[in-house]
């Protein structure tokens, strides 16, 4: 019996530029021709300017355990941060935060909730985040957690709404999050959190975001490389040297 004929599989998708196609590289993923051996960096940003800012606190607890999980951290202070666009680019608490967000291999993004929302000084800090400088997407692959406090009952809508932020932002959300409820009573005159549910959960969550950080730092360029972005860098070359790439 002779064997079928297999036609070639591109005969199917006249619309694919197939110069800029690529099979999905499993040896990419599962061994990485470099391997980091620097700590996981963690970059933290909190939104309140309180002088007793729960989300802050949260922030600093997260901070003690990323670090006793043995991950580098910066925490920023948003303090003195314009609004966007309401100062240039080179204000130095831009400046600041950009170069952290670079220096970042993870993030924790952790606000208050108000009015249903995260708060305006958080999404300030995210704003002037830029999806990209030049030919560098700042956020891009890199893993992020998000947490939340209530001065009420548990919510999730600064947690939902931070999760589309990181989507926007093409960034490696982790599946776990934590929603503070009544976060006046989960923090003692020290400012140290008790001892409860929520603080369980804080610690489930920097524990996962230290293994996704582990697990996809070294491969994020291969997993957030697209077909879309390649064809049009192709596109831009061929404009701009004439030449027609084959």
Excluded: C
């Excluded at 600093?60 to 990323?66: G, I, K, P, S, V």
């Excluded at 600041?96 to 000084?121: D, F, K, N, Q, Y």
């Amino acid at each position: 019996m002779q064997a079928a004929t297999v036609s070639d599989p591109f005969d199917a998708l006249p619309n694919l530029q197939t110069a800029e196609f690529r099979h999905p590289d499993r040896d990419a993923l599962l061994s990485p021709t470099q391997r980091a051996s620097h700590p996981p960096r963690i970059a933290l940003l909190y939104g309140s300017l309180r002088t007793r800012s729960y989300s802050k606190l949260l922030t600093l607890e997260a901070e003690r355990l990323l670090q006793a999980m043995g991950a580098e951290t910066r925490v920023f202070d948003p303090t003195g941060l314009p609004l966007p666009d309401g100062a240039p680019e080179t204000h130095p608490k831009v400046q600041e935060l950009r170069a952290l967000v670079r220096w970042s291999e993870g993030m924790v993004w952790s606000s208050p909730e108000r009015h249903g929302a995260m708060s305006g000084i958080m999404k300030a800090q995210i704003d002037w985040i830029p999806l990209a400088e030049g030919s560098v997407r700042p956020s891009q692959g890199k893993t992020l957690a998000v947490m939340q406090v209530s001065g009420g009952s548990q919510s999730f809508n600064a947690v939902n709404q931070l999760r589309v932020l990181g989507r926007w932002m093409r960034m490696l959300t982790i599946p776990n999050q934590s929603s503070v409820a009544k976060a006046w009573q989960e923090f003692d005159e020290a400012g140290r959190m008790k001892p409860s549910s929520y603080y369980d959960r804080v610690v489930d969550v920097m524990e996962e975001l230290v293994k996704f950080t582990l697990l996809t730092r070294d491969v994020a360029p291969h997993l957030v490389d697209r077909y879309s972005e390649r064809k049009e860098r192709a596109a831009q070359l061929e404009a701009r040297t004439g030449l027609r790439l084959i």
